[in-house]
């Protein structure tokens, strides 16, 4: 056994010993919160993808403050605490864990003792605190130059963001391999430098989401975390063989649809071949889709005349509802009638509505779920110029 296995199976084997010594659900904090006595914080947790409020934490005198609480899972789970609206620390808690927490009211000079996986939490959120801070700057330097013209600057900007943006993926993945256990791993995939730019949204990158649900999953096979990340690592290589499939195709680069329209008729998408065109599938039950689809009007007959097409698929099974709604949207609107088992969702891989792609007349797809009005017009008028 080299030493690279010897070091992977040591780890697992004291993760296991670690899991199986628990005897209870149970975690407790004993907190000091300097120069601050009789102060509330609020202990929360994150369940999968929500907030819940644990318990509010009084300090006495002396600026100190005990809970002991049952937690959600027997995985690792992460926890907050919040002063005054804001974050003083976050702490990834197993049962059995007994926390010993020292930190200022303004969230710095903290001490952890008790959690490991806390402490390696604290480094990791500090380090992404320094690199966000930074891409931030960076940033708000390059609109700065961009809106006086500078475009030298703004290249450059660019480049450092770019360089900037390799770093960190470069360190998580590091950071995954170095502890391949750890759900601290969890805190760098879902990373987001803002809410449109995700560190790990490459096609390719449903790899290390698999790769971390594999390992979390021998320690903790019940755990809803590692649940979420095969879904996600799925629909990362769904996504991936969707892409494959549309290079490959010969004549047609996307995959074909063929779908009955309002009068009966079969419509192809691939009629479009040729042609710039948005692939919508909605839900007519949901106001805020059919809000979207008369903000696509506007869209379509700005684009129209530049051979702009909109096939919309609407996923339902009460055709009656699809028709009272459609009629006055004159673009292609299909539905077969399955609703959530149509085979069109799989054969885009669609995991939630709406779900929009734009393709350029070269059949290949230039944006994804982009439903911002400015940002939809910037997106269709980059494939009706080209």
């Not at 149970?26 to 120069?35: G, N, R, T």
């Not at 684009?303 to 009272?324: M, P």
């Not at 609107?333 to 779900?355: E, F, I, W």
């Amino acid at each position: 056994m080299n030493g690279i296995m010897k070091r992977t199976f040591f780890c697992l084997a004291a993760a296991v010993a670690m899991l199986s010594s628990c005897n209870s659900k149970k975690a407790s904090i004993d907190l000091v919160l300097k120069d601050a006595p009789e102060r509330n914080v609020i202990l929360s947790v994150l369940n999968i993808n929500k907030m819940e409020v644990v318990d509010t934490l009084k300090t006495d005198v002396r600026g100190k403050a005990s809970s002991k609480f049952d937690l959600p899972y027997e995985s690792p789970n992460f926890y907050y605490l919040n002063y005054n609206g804001a974050q003083l620390a976050a702490l990834l808690l197993s049962p059995g864990d007994k926390v010993r927490l020292e930190v200022d009211t303004n969230g710095r000079n903290i001490s952890i003792k008790g959690s490991e996986e806390s402490r390696l939490l604290q480094t990791v959120n500090d380090q992404i605190e320094r690199s966000q801070k930074a891409f931030d700057s960076l940033s708000v330097q390059m609109i700065a130059c961009n809106e006086i013209g500078d475009v030298e600057s703004v290249q450059r900007l660019r480049y450092e963001l770019g360089r900037l943006y390799v770093n960190q993926k470069q360190t998580a993945i590091k950071h995954l391999v170095a502890n391949p256990y750890s759900f601290t791993n969890i805190r760098n995939l879902y990373r987001q430098f803002n809410e449109n730019f995700p560190m790990f949204a490459d096609l390719t990158d449903g790899i290390y989401y698999k790769q971390l649900a594999d390992s979390l999953k021998a320690v903790y096979p019940k755990s809803p975390y590692v649940a979420a990340l095969e879904k996600d690592a799925a629909a990362s290589f769904n996504e991936m063989e969707l892409s494959y499939k549309v290079k490959d195709m010969p004549q047609i680069l996307f995959p074909e649809l063929a779908i009955t329209d309002t009068q009966s008729q079969i419509r192809k998408l691939s009629d479009l071949a040729g042609r710039p065109f948005v692939l919508l599938f909605w839900d007519p039950e949901n106001n805020e889709q059919k809000m979207f689809n008369a903000e696509l009007e506007a869209i379509y007959n700005q684009f129209k005349g530049r051979g702009f097409e909109i096939y919309s698929v609407c996923v339902t099974t009460d055709k009656a509802l699809w028709h009272s709604i459609i009629n006055r949207f004159p673009w292609i609107n299909v539905c077969d009638g399955n609703g959530t088992a149509s085979a069109s969702l799989n054969t885009y891989n669609v995991q939630k509505l709406p779900c929009l792609y734009v393709f350029n007349k070269k059949g290949e797809i230039t944006a994804k779920d982009v439903f911002d009005k400015n940002g939809l017009t910037k997106a269709v008028s980059s494939v009706c110029l080209e």
